[in-house]
């Protein structure tokens, strides 16, 4: 796996932490504090530069309010999801819609589609959250990756292929919530991946997909690479 200079850390469930050569820390669904799967010396960042939210379920946005507030990342999210964080006096939060692009702390990234719901529970009610959604995301160097997001298979991921050609894809494998290793086995092929890191699966025993189910569908020919929650990779 080249990262071209970028550290990656998986945090657990489809939270991920990079980090550029100039030391801009992206953290992509920020659900640490209370996500059972992400090590106790990692749920408490003293850093985040930009913040990307792919959609409002808890363990993908159940973090985000106090994190901005102590640390004011530049936070990206669906334009619905912004205009709730904005209400929960979120510093510097931004919207965006799926085909757009933005550059910001000198990392470029453009918000995908997913096949997902996005309601975020709010004081106990379900409000709004727009579309669930992934990114495609380019750091300085040039490393692609795509992060999609929760989703199951669907066929215009070939087009984020022939669109950005990603050289990395996190794919959700677990199941019931989203995609497991069958369906992500054809997405693999849809995107024409060649290295793939596997995300959602295990933090709860509902999530039953597992990377080998993943690693015996794709063949020989894809690079699975299953990270170890806060274990960082350059």
């Not at 930009?50 to 936070?75: N, Q, S």
């Not at 334009?79 to 979120?90: D, H, I, R």
């Not at 990377?211 to 794709?218: M, S, T």
Request: proline letters at 6%; hydrophobic letters at 40%.
């Amino acid at each position: 796996m080249d990262l071209k200079g970028v550290e990656i850390t998986w945090l657990g469930h489809s939270t991920v932490r990079f980090r550029t050569q100039d030391g801009t820390v992206v953290l992509v669904d920020p659900w640490v504090m209370n996500n059972p799967a992400c090590p106790d010396e990692h749920k408490q960042p003293d850093r985040i530069d930009l913040m990307l939210i792919t959609h409002g379920h808890f363990d993908h946005i159940g973090d985000a309010v106090e994190l901005a507030r102590r640390l004011e990342p530049e936070t990206w999210s669906i334009f619905e999801t912004s205009v709730w964080l904005t209400s929960k006096a979120v510093p510097n939060a931004s919207g965006m819609n799926i085909g757009g692009t933005v550059e910001a702390r000198g990392v470029r990234f453009t918000m995908t589609p997913a096949v997902h719901s996005c309601g975020i529970l709010d004081e106990g009610q379900i409000v709004y959250g727009g579309s669930a959604a992934g990114y495609v995301i380019e750091f300085p160097g040039g490393l692609r990756v795509y992060h999609s997001g929760d989703t199951t298979v669907f066929g215009d991921m070939q087009l984020i292929a022939e669109l950005y050609r990603p050289d990395i894809c996190l794919l959700p494998i677990g199941d019931l919530y989203t995609m497991g290793p069958l369906e992500a086995a054809h997405a693999v092929k849809l995107l024409g991946a060649r290295t793939v890191v596997p995300l959602h699966f295990g933090t709860f025993p509902a999530l039953t997909g597992t990377p080998d189910q993943l690693r015996e569908l794709v063949g020989g020919d894809v690079e699975v690479v299953e990270l170890e929650p806060g274990v960082a990779v350059t």
